[in-house]
């Protein structure tokens, strides 16, 4: 067992892992989809981003299914329902990313008055909903080590 | 550390019950079953009447708050 995964002697839950798979598989594969893009943009290159979003959004998926199932199958602790303490968690970590997901929108609509394309602003706002859910699943894990 | 302690591992352990028992018994995880244990989280009121029910005795025998 990674230590990553435990807090003082306690093994961390099978919810922890997750959020923590999610967490870096979203930073790792939206980050890569997002470098890419904006070494296009810098390269006066176009075309390249469908192929990559799709790319982007099969990796994390199968990376996603598979980290749940191998977290499933050696965690010592079972899957259950949140129990009171980690739905507080959940609902502080959501209530920020909520917030960070209404401030993206926003900046992403206004893209469009500075000039920017219909999938520049696409492109915006799917980074709104990447560091929206990021910002969650990431409060979700430092309020784990907080009251862990 | 929260300003309330409790007597929940040594009435857990005195009864043989292993965090994972007593989680499944209450309805918390054993990684919050720890946190209380450590005095990094406080329980509901509903649990932590439960948790004083299980064990028999008094809520404020179980949790205990400090000055």
């Known amino acids: 067992m990674l230590e990553i995964f435990n807090i003082g002697s306690v ?15 979203l930073a790792i594969g939206y980050g890569w989809y997002f470098a890419s893009l904006f070494a296009d943009y810098r390269a006066g290159v176009h075309g390249h981003q469908a192929v990559h979003l799709r790319v982007t959004i099969l990796a994390i998926a199968l990376v ?3 980290g749940r199932v191998v977290i499933a199958g050696t965690s010592s602790d079972r899957y259950g329902p949140m129990d009171e303490r980690e739905i507080v968690f959940d609902w502080r970590a959501t209530t920020i990313g909520y917030y960070l997901l209404l401030a993206g929108s926003l900046a992403a609509m206004a893209t469009l008055h500075a000039g ?7 492109n915006a706002a799917l980074l709104a909903i990447i560091v929206a859910e990021c ?3 990431g409060v979700f894990l430092m309020l784990h080590h907080r009251a862990g | 550390m929260l300003p309330i302690s409790n007597r929940v591992r040594e009435e857990r352990e005195a009864r043989g019950l292993t965090q994972s028992q007593l989680g499944d018994i209450v309805g ?3 990684q919050t079953i720890a946190a209380i244990e450590q005095r ?3 329980p509901s009121l509903e649990i932590a009447f439960r948790m004083a029910r299980l064990f028999g005795v008094p809520l404020d025998q179980l949790f205990t708050w400090e000055e």
């Not at chain 1, 093994?11 to 798979?21: D, F, T």
């Not at chain 1, 920017?116 to 696409?122: I, P, V």
């Open chain 1, 11 to 25: 093994p961390m839950s099978p919810r922890y892992k997750s959020a923590l798979l999610s967490l870096a598989s």
């Open chain 1, 64 to 66: 996603q299914i598979l």
């Open chain 1, 116 to 122: 920017a394309q219909a999938a520049d602003m696409a």
């Open chain 1, 135 to 137: 910002a969650r699943q």
């Open chain 2, 28 to 30: 918390l995880t054993r």
């Open chain 2, 40 to 42: 990094r989280y406080a």
